[in-house]
């Protein structure tokens, strides 16, 4: 089982990122996926999720109207747009597969807003 993040980096406050999970070694298109971050001195946190169909998806309070969870399940891939980003969205952003009672992460990537 793998996944493997890519997307994050710098961006300066307001400007926007997208961030990607590529999954393997497991029936993606039956698993629900999210997005979790980890800030500096803070606990995990739920950033989004999608439902294996991706018919339905649910948001943190803090990202709603700014943050977009969305999945392809011929590639095997979720993704996290985040538009007007805020400095307090630094994190490190980890992606999180959850079915069949098992849950696999990935190793996350580092998102830094920053001017």
């Known amino acids: 089982v793998q996944l493997v993040e890519s997307g994050g980096g710098l961006v300066q406050p307001g400007g926007s990122l997208r961030l990607s999970c590529a999954a393997s070694?497991?029936?993606?298109?039956?698993?629900?996926m999210s997005w979790y971050r980890q800030a500096i001195g803070k606990e995990r946190e739920l950033v989004a999720s999608?439902?294996?169909?991706?018919?339905?998806?649910n948001y943190a309070d803090s990202v709603k109207g700014r943050f977009t969870i969305s999945r392809d399940n011929a590639k095997n891939t979720v993704y996290l747009q985040m538009n007007s980003l805020k400095v307090e969205d630094t994190a490190v952003y980890y992606c999180?597969?959850?079915?069949?009672?098992?849950?696999?992460w990935g190793q996350g990537t580092q998102v830094t807003v920053s001017s």
């Open positions: 999180k597969a959850r079915g069949w009672g098992e849950n696999y």
């Open positions: 999608i439902s294996s169909a991706g018919d339905t998806t």
């Open positions: 070694g497991f029936t993606f298109s039956s698993y629900i």
